[in-house]
């Protein structure tokens, strides 16, 4: 069965540090993977995602993330992060044959001034 | 366009009221789902839809009825509300490609019930 396990609950990091947001996936087949943001209040949106090709895969505001097999992850990174990005990260694991797919618990990120 | 849209923003219900929640889409994807989110335990699927007329159940079903009679609209109706059904409630959308394969869902702004 798929699982998608996200090990950090709650990320601190201050503005301008760089980030990595931790993802692990159980599939056995090549999974189809995503990194989503959600800000306060709001629904989800699509920071990226990896269908095939090319590991690293870049994203919107500055994120990118690499999806490595042999470590069955996909984490999500940023150099230099903003206060604007303090919000919730969660991956998404699906498989091909169906459009669902599941989603991690999430990390909350804080950004410190 | 207006993306996905649901209705209301917030409920309050006793236990034991019924209620549906409204959420329509107007970017023509067949796959249409419903999500509930819950502190520590990330979105998960309640049911979902390919396509007008067909429905199907998630991880969580117990508790919600879908129906699907048109393209648009994905209604999730809870039919005798328990307090373990406070959460909040996500529609999502997402282009249907072929081969079958998961895709970009798009979210809407979410319905926040809680049940007392």
């Known amino acids: 069965a798929q699982s998608v396990t996200q090990p950090d609950i709650h990320i601190t990091v201050s503005e301008g540090a760089s980030l990595e947001l931790r993802c692990n996936y159980s599939y056995g087949a090549t999974p189809y993977l995503f990194w989503y943001v959600q800000s306060p209040g709001q629904g989800l949106q699509l920071l990226l995602k990896y269908f095939s090709g090319d590991t690293l895969v870049q994203g919107i505001k500055g994120f990118e993330a690499e999806f490595k097999r042999s470590q069955s992850s996909f984490n999500l990174r940023k150099p230099s992060v903003h206060w604007s990005d303090a919000a919730e990260y969660f991956c998404?694991?699906?498989?091909?044959?169906?459009?669902?797919?599941?989603f991690g618990t999430g990390t909350r990120l804080k950004v410190l001034a | 366009n207006a993306g996905v849209t649901q209705t209301p923003k917030f409920q309050v219900l006793k236990t034991g009221q019924s209620m549906t929640l409204q959420c329509a889409q107007d970017m023509n994807h067949e796959y249409m789902s419903w999500y509930r989110q819950d502190p520590g335990m990330g979105l998960r699927l309640i049911h979902y839809?390919?396509?007008?007329?067909?429905?199907d159940q998630g991880e969580v079903p117990n508790g919600y009825n879908v129906s699907r009679s048109t393209t648009e609209d994905f209604p999730l109706r809870l039919l005798s509300a328990a307090p373990s059904q406070t959460s909040v409630y996500f529609c999502?959308?997402?282009?249907?490609?072929?081969?079958?394969?998961?895709?970009?869902?798009?979210f809407g702004p979410g319905t926040r019930l809680t049940v007392t």
């Open positions: 999502a959308s997402s282009y249907s490609p072929a081969p079958v394969r998961p895709y970009e869902q798009y």
């Open positions: 839809s390919v396509g007008a007329g067909i429905t």
């Open positions: 998404a694991v699906g498989a091909s044959g169906t459009y669902k797919y599941i």
